[in-house]
């Protein structure tokens, strides 16, 4: 019987074998990196933060059976969420709706109600009566000053109260 010959690396061998090693652990290493700033920085799994702040609805005017609110929606978190529904035991007969002003050919615009609105992470929501707003049944004694509650139902941070208060059309850049 003869022997086998040893096996034995030679230097291409070895500089072979770690080059092939390196780049997948340089890879991860700089994966590892961008996720543990990211983590540092408070963006890894942090939930939606919703805040709803300058609540004004439009004073009622004449016979119109509705009015419009509108809010101010930020999302600190790092997480999107969506605006589902609004209340309000205040209003007239009838639930709000969220709805969304679209422009549609030859300069005309017109209403749609919208199941939801989204909310994107770090962003904010701005209602306006050239976006989003919502549509509330009137209650005939609303005067300007007044204020209204309303709930903000969300998707994942669920209910946010707020209060808006009763604004003429026009006043403070409505």
């Given at each position: 019987?003869?022997?086998?010959?040893?096996?034995?690396?030679?230097?291409?061998?070895l500089?072979?074998?770690l080059?092939?090693?390196?780049?997948?652990?340089?890879?991860?290493g700089?994966?590892?990196?961008?996720?543990s700033?990211w983590?540092?920085y408070?963006?890894?799994?942090?939930?939606?933060?919703?805040?709803v702040?300058?609540?004004?609805?439009?004073?009622?005017?004449?016979?119109?059976?509705?009015?419009?609110?509108?809010?101010?929606?930020?999302?600190?978190?790092?997480?999107?969420?969506?605006?589902?529904?609004?209340?309000?035991?205040?209003?007239?007969?009838?639930?709000?709706?969220?709805?969304?002003?679209?422009?549609?050919g030859?300069?005309?615009?017109?209403?749609?109600?919208?199941?939801?609105v989204?909310?994107?992470?770090?962003?904010?929501?701005?209602?306006?009566?050239?976006?989003?707003?919502?549509?509330?049944?009137?209650?005939?004694?609303?005067?300007?000053?007044?204020?209204?509650?309303?709930?903000?139902?969300?998707?994942?941070?669920?209910?946010?109260?707020?209060l808006?208060?009763?604004?003429?059309?026009?006043?403070?850049?409505?």
């Amino acid at each position: 019987m003869t022997a086998r010959p040893t096996w034995r690396p030679t230097r291409r061998r070895l500089t072979d074998t770690l080059l092939a090693a390196l780049a997948p652990v340089a890879a991860c290493g700089l994966a590892l990196g961008a996720l543990s700033t990211w983590t540092a920085y408070g963006n890894a799994g942090s939930p939606a933060r919703i805040k709803v702040t300058d609540g004004k609805v439009f004073e009622p005017v004449g016979d119109t059976p509705v009015t419009a609110a509108f809010f101010r929606i930020t999302n600190g978190g790092g997480a999107a969420d969506r605006l589902l529904k609004v209340t309000t035991a205040e209003a007239g007969g009838g639930a709000p709706t969220l709805n969304r002003h679209v422009m549609t050919g030859s300069n005309t615009a017109s209403d749609r109600t919208v199941d939801s609105v989204a909310v994107p992470a770090g962003g904010t929501v701005a209602m306006s009566p050239d976006s989003v707003d919502v549509i509330v049944p009137v209650k005939q004694d609303w005067r300007s000053g007044d204020l209204v509650a309303f709930t903000l139902h969300f998707e994942h941070s669920g209910a946010v109260r707020t209060l808006a208060v009763v604004v003429r059309p026009g006043q403070d850049g409505t």
